[in-house]
């Protein structure tokens, strides 16, 4: 009971969190310059049509009013009309939703394949010249702008050796696993620098503990020693960074979906910005932040299942 306990008090948490981020994103969208009765509208620009689709879309009416009638159809679950695409938003961006989906699980694949057994070598070779060297790289690589990254990435794998399409997203599985392993990596080289940073403190730190020197002493197999005792338990805080993080990466997939012309969510908020399509952009944005506030309960439950010292209370 407990656990289900937890569950429900971090569910009702995150209520305020996501009403105070419907109200900033209202907000912030409509201070934004320009008019999108006039980018739907077009040339030539007639000012009773405009009137007439504004009064439509209730875009005449004071903020504060629009701003009710948002939460009021929320509460719904209705996210409104597309001002640009004249369809219900949950639909445009459920058009879009499966490229994301898959840049996500594969950039945090990638990150973790990357991270955890360079980590590792980096701990066991502590100060030493591959220890130094892996450090660096990622450190390097986390300074470096994704979008030059990824434009690096391009010229080398999909333009000089053809091993890769240069966007896209694919028809198929094997498709989408080959057409994203650019954008999923450029993503994951700079996730896996903070994992790989936190990981191998926290092996150092293990390493030093009394459990390990005595388990040493016993004969214990080194390498059993390293994947069952000490990396089960340098793993805990690897996993808070990792939940904590994604936010990160969700904010990476809007710039690399717009150099690689994914197709998914990223480029859709992209463009409903510059066409000033309010309800598309307001349901993206609380779109990103029930994922992230979702991903770290979903964190703080599995280092509770991790570790059996933290209890849910």
């Known amino acids: 009971m407990g656990g289900f306990s937890f569950v429900g008090r971090r569910v009702l948490q995150a209520i305020p969190v996501l009403f105070g981020i419907t109200f900033v994103s209202f907000f912030l969208i409509h201070?934004?310059?320009?008019?999108?009765?006039?980018?739907?509208?077009?040339?030539?620009?007639?000012?009773?049509?405009?009137?007439?689709?504004?009064?439509?879309?209730?875009?005449?009416?004071?903020?504060?009013?629009?701003?009710?009638?948002?939460?009021?159809?929320?509460?719904?679950?209705?996210?409104?009309?597309?001002?640009?695409?004249?369809?219900?938003?949950?639909?445009?961006?459920?058009?879009?939703?499966?490229?994301?989906?898959?840049?996500?699980?594969?950039?945090?694949?990638?990150?973790?394949?990357?991270?955890?057994?360079?980590?590792?070598?980096?701990?066991?070779?502590?100060?030493?010249?591959?220890?130094?060297?892996?450090?660096?790289?990622?450190?390097?690589?986390?300074?470096?702008?994704?979008?030059?990254?990824?434009?690096?990435?391009?010229?080398?794998?999909?333009?000089?050796?053809?091993?890769?399409?240069?966007?896209?997203?694919?028809?198929?599985?094997?498709?989408?696993?080959?057409?994203?392993?650019?954008?999923?990596?450029?993503?994951?080289?700079?996730?896996?620098?903070?994992?790989?940073?936190?990981?191998?403190?926290?092996?150092?730190?293990?390493?030093?503990?009394?459990?390990v020197r005595t388990a040493r002493a016993k004969g214990v197999k080194f390498r059993g020693l390293i994947l069952k005792h000490v990396l089960r338990t340098a793993l805990l805080p690897t996993v808070t960074i990792f939940g904590v993080n994604i936010a990160f990466l969700l904010g990476s997939t809007v710039i690399i979906e717009n150099v690689f012309a994914v197709g998914g969510i990223g480029q859709l908020l992209v463009s409903a910005i510059l066409q000033r399509d309010y309800p598309v952009v307001q349901g993206i944005t609380l779109l990103f932040a029930v994922a992230v506030v979702a991903i770290n309960l979903l964190t703080d439950v599995t280092y509770a299942m991790l570790d059996p010292r933290i209890s849910y209370d």
């Open 31 to 211: 201070l934004i310059p320009g008019d999108p009765v006039a980018a739907m509208l077009g040339n030539p620009y007639n000012a009773k049509s405009a009137a007439a689709l504004r009064n439509a879309l209730g875009l005449n009416k004071p903020i504060w009013d629009q701003y009710l009638i948002f939460l009021g159809n929320l509460v719904r679950g209705n996210l409104g009309q597309s001002v640009y695409y004249t369809e219900p938003v949950t639909q445009v961006i459920f058009d879009r939703i499966e490229p994301t989906t898959w840049l996500v699980v594969y950039s945090s694949v990638l990150a973790a394949i990357m991270a955890v057994p360079l980590a590792v070598v980096s701990a066991l070779r502590a100060n030493g010249v591959i220890d130094q060297i892996i450090r660096t790289l990622f450190v390097v690589s986390f300074a470096m702008p994704a979008f030059w990254v990824g434009i690096i990435l391009i010229l080398l794998l999909s333009i000089d050796v053809r091993l890769f399409p240069v966007s896209g997203f694919g028809d198929t599985y094997l498709d989408h696993l080959r057409y994203l392993f650019i954008p999923s990596f450029t993503i994951a080289l700079a996730f896996s620098s903070v994992l790989i940073r936190s990981l191998r403190n926290s092996i150092l730190e293990v390493l030093h503990e009394d459990y």
